[in-house]
């Protein structure tokens, strides 16, 4: 059965609705200098302390703790100029329809005189905006270098300028498509696929093309190149959320394919700020520790930073229970990961032909 898409024009009326945010911040400034008060903005803060775990939206969170940005403050006015300065070039980019890269702000920047000391600094001013606006900086138009990629029957529509109304499937080409800022835009129209796969490793998301497994298992196949970058986690949530597709996840057999799930799941501390970037109802199929033993993969010894990573993991409140304590016990007791490759010990197909249709049906009592 072909599944179309709950909210086509989900993307135009999120783009206004920033646009209105921005508008009413820029009026709040004029506002301030109109009736002689300096302006200043309002921040979440983003200090640890501030990070509390939602039980009920299943993430991390920002508690209710303020910073505040003031031209009044001589120590705070070369931030509130950037972050005034940045917020005007998201504006910029979302009226126009442009896109930028993280790096491009920060040279952008030079040419209306604002200083950063380096990227870094720039990049904080991006994350203070993102928490300012409770909206994340794809949306307004600025995005990382790194890409995944993505492959399966997806009829999609760019809203891009110069692509809008043009419309793909994303099964039209073998290497897959790259999970970027046109795809991440784009409208999605319609698929006959009942579920999504998300792999950690590029060279499986090959494997799963070549074998068929978008048709074997009528599934949309995403590279999550490693953990996954925050354009791929929403997509992730709109493949969810939009077509309705369960999503599943399968990662290297250690502590840090473990946390790459945690993170597609429900979040990371780093974005706690925003609440559009997880999948709370995606399963982590493995590999598991317990896969490690009953599957008798080729393993590699567990380092000291390996041991260290799996006992922060331990303190976090999403790793106290279920699959997720388990595993977390098993890698300690055997103190040995495997990569997904590892399958190959019995034959290429090995994951595809065996391991992927058990995961599939044990998945479905998870």
């Not at 990049?123 to 993505?150: G, K, Q, Y």
Request: proline share 3%; glycine share 6%.
């Amino acid at each position: 059965m072909v599944k179309k898409s709950k909210a086509k024009s989900v993307a135009k009326e999120r783009q206004e609705s920033l646009l209105e945010l921005l508008r009413k911040k820029g009026e709040e400034v004029y506002g301030d200098i109109d009736s002689g008060k300096y302006p200043k903005f309002s921040i979440p803060s983003r200090s640890v302390s501030n990070i509390v775990y939602d039980k009920s939206l299943r993430q991390y969170i920002l508690g209710s703790n303020t910073a505040v940005r003031s031209s009044h403050n001589t120590s705070q006015l070369r931030s509130f100029t950037q972050l005034m300065w940045l917020a005007f070039f998201a504006n910029r980019l979302t009226m126009e329809k442009k896109s930028s890269t993280l790096r491009d702000v920060y040279y952008s920047s030079q040419a209306f005189a604002i200083d950063f000391e380096n990227q870094a600094e720039s990049d904080n001013i991006i994350v203070d905006l993102e928490a300012m606006l409770a909206r994340a900086r794809e949306e307004f138009r600025i995005f990382p270098e790194e890409r995944s990629a993505v492959f399966g029957d997806l009829d999609i529509e760019y809203t891009i300028p110069g692509y809008e109304g043009k419309k793909m499937n994303l099964s039209n080409h073998p290497d897959g498509y790259a999970v970027g800022s046109s795809l991440t835009t784009a409208d999605l129209i319609s698929t006959s696929a009942e579920m999504v796969i998300a792999i950690e490793k590029g060279g499986l998301f090959t494997r799963f093309v070549e074998e068929n497994v978008h048709s074997k298992f009528k599934a949309i196949i995403v590279d999550t190149g490693g953990q996954a970058p925050r354009s791929t986690r929403t997509f992730l949530r709109r493949l969810n959320k939009e077509m309705g597709l369960p999503v599943i996840i399968l990662t290297d057999g250690d502590v840090y394919g473990e946390h790459i799930a945690m993170v597609i799941k429900s979040g990371s501390a780093n974005a706690a700020h925003l609440r559009e970037l997880t999948v709370p109802d995606a399963k982590w199929m493995g590999v598991w520790a317990t896969d490690i033993e009953k599957y008798k993969l080729p393993t590699i010894p567990m380092t000291d930073a390996d041991i260290k990573r799996c006992h922060d993991l331990k303190k976090d409140p999403r790793y106290q229970k279920g699959i997720w304590k388990r595993e977390l016990d098993v890698f300690l007791k055997i103190k040995r990961k495997a990569e997904l490759e590892a399958f190959s010990k019995y034959g290429l197909t090995n994951i595809t032909d065996k391991y992927l249709p058990a995961k599939l049906e044990a998945s479905k009592s998870l």
